[in-house]
């Protein structure tokens, strides 16, 4: 089964030095069943698109539903980072955002 995680939602997620409002189905579905998560990371090259499996999370690696989540949200990271130019949102992502780090507006970045 396949699951977006970068979903806009009410969870409250760190990620990059801030915290944003994601989806928290995929954490929630892995605790309750113990079911691994798999991150992904597609990628274009042209007009080919990769996918990057990264190594599954154990749900009961982490003590709850919301550590899964921050660690499914730290796998994703460094992906972007390092291709910030793959991130496409279809919505604006200010309204997600719950803080920022000092110095930076909202709508700014």
Same mark, same amino acid.
């Given at each position: 089964?396949?699951?977006a995680?970068? #979903?806009p939602?009410?969870?409250?997620?760190?990620?990059?030095?801030?915290t944003v409002?994601?989806?928290s189905?995929? #954490?929630?579905?892995?605790?309750?069943?113990?079911?691994?998560?798999?991150?992904?990371v597609p990628?274009?090259?042209g007009?080919?698109?990769?996918?990057?499996? /990264?190594?599954p999370?154990?749900? #009961?690696?982490?003590?709850?539903?919301?550590?899964?989540?921050a660690?499914?949200?730290?796998r994703f990271? /460094?992906?972007?980072?390092?291709?910030p130019?793959?991130?496409?949102?279809?919505?604006?992502?200010?309204?997600?955002?719950?803080?920022?780090? #000092?110095?930076l507006?909202?709508?700014?970045?």
């Amino acid at each position: 089964m396949l699951l977006a995680f970068d #979903a806009p939602g009410a969870t409250p997620t760190p990620f990059l030095g801030r915290t944003v409002l994601l989806t928290s189905g995929p #954490a929630e579905l892995s605790h309750r069943t113990g079911a691994p998560i798999v991150p992904d990371v597609p990628h274009r090259e042209g007009t080919e698109i990769h996918v990057t499996f /990264q190594p599954p999370l154990d749900p #009961a690696g982490h003590p709850d539903r919301q550590a899964l989540h921050a660690a499914v949200a730290a796998r994703f990271e /460094q992906p972007v980072v390092d291709r910030p130019e793959s991130v496409r949102l279809a919505w604006d992502p200010c309204p997600l955002i719950v803080d920022t780090p #000092a110095g930076l507006e909202l709508g700014t970045a």
